[in-house]
């Protein structure tokens, strides 16, 4: 079985060491395959999710590792925390500012740039005598996939 190092080339590879120094963290083999697993998923992880991705893939990284791995990519902005279902999951974000629509049905988020959002919150704080912090500006709700396949379900009544 390859390993997700052997299936990333050498240009692949050095982009997930810029982004671990990029972030203040050392490049070791256990956060690169951890960043590496969460790296073009739409969908966030939970540390046993991605725990078991690696250890399918054959890779010798204990679940510790990963927890740790996770809050430190956390710590530095490189990964974006989710609550669902009372568990912590974790999705790779770009960099910049941007904000996350989160559906509550099947857990896809989006990302979107921040500046619809930032004049959104903005006219909150005007409106509202609150200053909203846009780090944490996540938006829930139901994407349109779910939405459509919810009005497709039998016996409905709609």
């Known amino acids: 079985m390859m390993s997700i190092h052997q299936r990333r080339?050498?240009?692949?590879?050095?982009?997930?060491?810029?982004?671990l120094r990029a972030a203040g963290l050392a490049p070791t083999a256990q956060r690169r395959l951890v960043l590496d697993a969460l790296h073009g998923h739409d969908h966030p992880a939970s540390a046993i999710a991605i725990y078991q991705r690696l250890r399918a893939d054959g890779q010798a990284v204990g679940l510790t590792t990963v927890y740790r791995t996770l809050h430190a990519?956390?710590?530095a902005g490189r990964v974006h925390v989710f609550h669902r279902d009372g568990e912590l999951t974790y999705r790779?974000?770009?960099?910049?500012?941007?904000?996350?629509l989160v559906c509550e049905v099947c857990g896809l988020v989006v990302e979107r740039s921040g500046d619809t959002v930032t004049r959104w919150l903005q006219q909150v704080r005007a409106d509202e005598d609150f200053v909203p912090n846009p780090q944490h500006s996540d938006l829930y709700g139901v994407c349109g996939t779910?939405?459509?396949?919810?009005?497709?379900?039998?016996?409905?009544?709609?």
């Open 9 to 19: 080339g050498p240009d692949q590879q050095r982009e997930l060491i810029g982004e």
């Open 73 to 75: 990519l956390a710590d």
């Open 92 to 100: 790779h974000c770009r960099e910049g500012p941007h904000h996350h």
């Open 146 to 158: 779910c939405l459509r396949a919810d009005r497709r379900a039998p016996g409905d009544g709609r």
